[in-house]
């Protein structure tokens, strides 16, 4: 019998008299129990922002993602213990692969975005610096810090891993400690997956605590600080979002529930054609994956009614072929429901589609399992022919490895159909005609979270219908709860409060950490070229002198590179043009020379000019005019022990002090 313990402040909690049973889903056996209802809720909270939270916001964002990723290689290493405990909850080793590989490649996403995307400092901003006065003494710009109180995750039993670590990755890496709360049907694999991560040593005190069993009182306390994020049903997602307390706060509640996600087969994917395939097995992957328990499995599919026939063959071919059975087995590739509650559920479900359905394939008093006591059931293929008229197979998810089957006549029905889920997590089209792709896209977008299209050209690589991906928007508008998880940094802010701050541009450089045009510059040290990273400052610039640009310049410039366009040859048609006074120097020539003007040639710690961004050419430069540069140091950030990255505020300006262009310079310079 396992104790699903729960961590608090500090201490592991053993489950009280009042804990709950947990089965195992192969064999129905009580396996373990859970929850205590004298936990101490209040104090999880207060140990979470007086200790977890000051100490997580005394790293950086860097310090962060680089303790996430520690942690992600850690528990790599430990997987074994999280596969061995996940088999009880039905799940075959290729579902393993899902949840709990797939939880630490997501923290791993993370922590190297954390890295990419994220300043090594302390302010995330958010958008470029707006000028709000005439002559740019007055700006603003959008910051994000992390919000101080903690963020309760409240995880379905579906995922425990994946669940967990999806939240909890971006909201350590924005700085927020966290409370998870999993279901109580599969906790003892989140509790193992916390063990582990308190094993590791790897976290600051106070920044991850585990509720086994009820959350008591604890929303009713939250405030403006907090954060709910809740993954599961829509009935108790409902039931928490109403909570007087959450409301009467602001408190943030963001809900990933159960849609009525839909794959379109594409009008042009006839049989035969290798669109027709990849439909087949997306589909047949969605329902059997996890049991069909994924909140973004296909529910519907939605095929041309020409097609009907032969994709209900194909697909009773294909789940015909599925092995349903023991997940301990190696050849095993569907296992079980979570529970004999669950399996009672999908079954009543099943129930309530019958008026509007006939089954297709899939007999739960007669396949492999039919005699087994754990919780087992064949994929089961429903067909409805009047979808039009149907109502309960767009509303009822039946949390498990069923699916129906729908026609359309065309595009706008297919359409149609789609949207009456009333907003899902993911809707999938299958079809190699870009034309289908963005008609289903303008009709149907605002109704889903994420579209997937998939064909001959991009299967190979295809992620799959079902993947929730840390890099994209997961969750959906509706009956999918509304809500946003991952889709890159994105998902941190949503721990981080965006202020609008405004002010001169020396209170914009001292908060932001980013130098701001028209804030402080240090000109007296020695060239910036020839300072390690560490060493060269935000503000420290460097004014070139000035170079005479010369018509023979621009023909040795043109010649040379091949680029005789007639702005710079021809002065004639120069003037002709709008935009030109006569012949112009090349904008590139010009960044040539002001390159030829900042640069310090000998070896030094810069090591290599990596790129160039925001270039704008503002005023044209003719023969006879001269050019200087200045060039400010605007952002530093670390890439890893040997290097890090400098960008570089640079303007050029004419002998007027006109600014004729203007763009940021990336450098790698050595410590
Ligand atoms: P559920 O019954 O709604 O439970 C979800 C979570 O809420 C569990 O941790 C549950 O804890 C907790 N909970 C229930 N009542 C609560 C209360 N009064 N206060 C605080 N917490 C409470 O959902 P489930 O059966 O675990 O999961 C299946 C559903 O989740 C499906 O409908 C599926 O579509 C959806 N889902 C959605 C997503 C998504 O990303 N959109 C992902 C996975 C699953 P106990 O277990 O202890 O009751």
């Known amino acids: 019998m396992i104790e699903v313990h729960s961590f608090a402040a500090g201490q592991w909690i053993a489950p009280g008299s009042d804990a709950r049973p947990i089965e195992s889903a192969i064999t129905g056996e009580i396996i373990a129990r859970a929850g205590n209802d004298r936990l101490d809720v209040q104090a999880m909270r207060a140990y979470a922002r007086d200790i977890g939270g000051p100490a997580l916001r005394a790293l950086t964002f860097h310090d962060r993602a680089r303790m996430l990723k520690a942690l992600a290689l850690y528990l790599r290493q430990h997987r074994q213990t999280l596969y061995d405990l996940s088999f009880d909850t039905g799940a075959t080793q290729a579902d393993h692969l899902i949840d709990v590989d797939g939880g630490i490649g997501t923290m791993l996403v993370f922590a190297s975005k954390g890295r990419r995307e994220m300043p090594d400092g302390h302010v995330f901003l958010d958008g470029p610096t707006e000028q709000l006065g005439r002559a740019g003494q007055f700006v603003g710009r959008h910051i994000c810090t992390p919000l101080q109180g903690v963020a309760v995750h409240i995880n379905a039993f579906n995922f425990p891993v994946w669940g967990m670590l999806e939240k909890v990755a971006p909201c350590l890496l924005g700085g927020v400690p966290a409370i998870v709360k999993p279901a109580t049907a599969t906790s003892y694999v989140t509790e193992a997956c916390v063990r582990l991560i308190q094993q590791s040593g790897l976290l600051p005190e106070g920044t991850l605590q585990l509720i086994s069993g009820g959350t008591g009182d604890l929303l009713d306390h939250l405030d403006c600080q907090d954060v709910v994020t809740f993954t599961g049903s829509a009935k108790t997602a409902l039931k928490l979002r109403k909570n ?28 035969g054609t290798p669109e027709f395939d990849v ?20 529910r519907r599919i939605m095929v041309p009614a020409v097609q009907a026939d032969a994709v209900a063959a194909a697909l009773s071919a294909a789940l015909k072929g599925i092995r349903v059975g023991d997940p301990r087995q190696a050849e095993t590739q569907m296992g079980a429901l979570v529970s004999a509650a669950q399996k009672a559920d999908v079954l009543q479900q099943i129930d309530r589609f019958s008026a509007e359905t006939e089954t297709v394939f899939g007999d739960p008093g007669d396949f492999a399992m039919a005699d087994s006591k754990g919780a087992f059931l064949p994929p089961i293929l429903l067909h409805c022919g009047d979808p039009d008229a149907a109502q309960v197979v767009h509303d009822v998810e039946a949390f498990g490895p069923v699916s129906t089957l729908m026609p359309y006549r065309d595009l706008d029905h297919a359409a149609a159909l789609l949207n009456r889920g009333k907003g899902s997590l993911v809707a999938s089209v299958i079809t190699h005609d870009a034309q289908v792709a963005r008609d289903i896209t303008l009709a149907s977008a605002a109704f889903h979270g994420r579209l997937y299209f998939n064909n001959r050209t991009s299967m190979e690589e295809a992620t799959g219908h079902g993947a929730p991906l840390p890099h994209m928007v997961h969750g959906g508008p509706g009956r999918a709860g509304g809500g946003e998880e991952l889709g890159g940094i994105r998902a941190v802010t949503h721990y981080m409060q965006r202020t609008a701050v405004q002010g001169s541009p020396d209170i914009l450089t001292a908060i932001t950490g980013q130098w ?30 000035s170079r005479q640009v010369t018509l023979d310049d621009i023909e ?19 003037r002709a043009n709008p935009f030109f006074p006569g012949r112009v120097a090349h904008g590139y020539l010009l960044l040539s020379f002001a390159a030829g003007l900042f640069v310090q040639p000998d070896p030094g710690p810069v090591l290599a000019n990596t790129g160039l961004d925001n270039l704008r050419f503002m005023k044209p430069v003719e023969a006879g005019d001269s050019i200087q540069v200045r060039l400010t140091v605007k952002a530093k950030t670390p890439r890893n022990d ?22 940021e310079l990336l450098t790698m310079n050595a410590y």
């Open 279 to 298: 439909f087949v097995r997306e589909v047949t992957r969605e329902m059997t994956a996890k049991a069909g328990q994924k909140c973004t499995a296909i």
């Open 244 to 271: 007087g307390n959450l409301m009467a706060n602001s408190v943030r509640f963001t809900a990933e529930q159960d849609s009525l996600n839909a794959s379109v087969l594409g009008p042009d994917a006839t049989p």
């Open 516 to 545: 701001v045009p028209g804030s402080a510059e240090t000109s007296d040290k020695p060239h910036p070229f020839t300072r390690p990273f560490g060493d060269v400052a935000i503000g420290d610039t460097l004014h070139s002198p």
């Open 556 to 574: 040795t410039f043109a010649h040379f590179t091949g680029d005789t366009f007639y702005a710079h040859m021809d002065d004639a048609a120069a």
């Open 642 to 663: 040997d290097y890090g990255e400098v960008r570089w505020h640079v303007t050029v300006t004419n002998q007027n002090t006109e600014t004729v262009a203007e763009y």
